[in-house]
């Protein structure tokens, strides 16, 4: 099986400037038939725990999206599941799924100001965002696998 560079994308995309939300789903674009800019655009409010509010991690808001494109036939019971699974397998493997929490794991004040940070060498090398985006594609990665994709 060839190994599956989504994860090494996501990271890339969010290390390009996208946020959180942004970057795990603009890693599986080319598989959802969505257009890259309305991808971009209706994930664009969720970085930052959903408008910096510090709530759900965006890595996790942008892999729910991404499952809920790539699984287009999955009743809301079934969507629900699968989303509940990425969460579940997130929070055992950083903690949590709250955007606040996971800062301040990383001794970060969970700042809701509106305006975005700045995207400079310092900003990467303080947070941990950049391997929570690879972390919730690669969740969304082994969900497809195990669902046959």
């Known amino acids: 099986m060839v190994r599956d560079l989504t ?4 990271e890339e995309l969010f290390r390009g400037g996208c946020n959180c939300a942004q970057a795990v789903l603009l890693a599986f674009a080319d598989r959802t038939g969505a257009e890259q800019t309305f ?9 930052g725990g ?4 510090r709530l759900t991690c965006g890595a996790v808001s942008g892999g729910a999206m991404a499952l809920g494109l790539l699984f287009p036939e999955e009743t809301k019971s079934g969507i629900y599941a699968l989303v509940q699974k990425l969460a579940a397998r997130f929070a055992e493997r950083n903690g949590s799924v709250i955007c606040a929490d996971l800062l301040s794991g990383a001794h970060l004040k969970a700042d809701t100001s509106p ?30 696998e195990e669902n046959g994709r």
């Open 50 to 53: 959903m408008g910096r509010l």
């Open 7 to 10: 994860p090494e994308r996501a």
């Open 39 to 47: 991808l971009e655009n209706i994930a664009k409010p969720m970085g």
């Open 115 to 144: 305006a975005a940070e700045a995207r400079t060498p310092e900003y990467y090398k303080k947070r941990p965002c950049a391997e929570l985006v690879r972390d919730a594609a690669m969740i969304v990665e082994e969900l497809l």
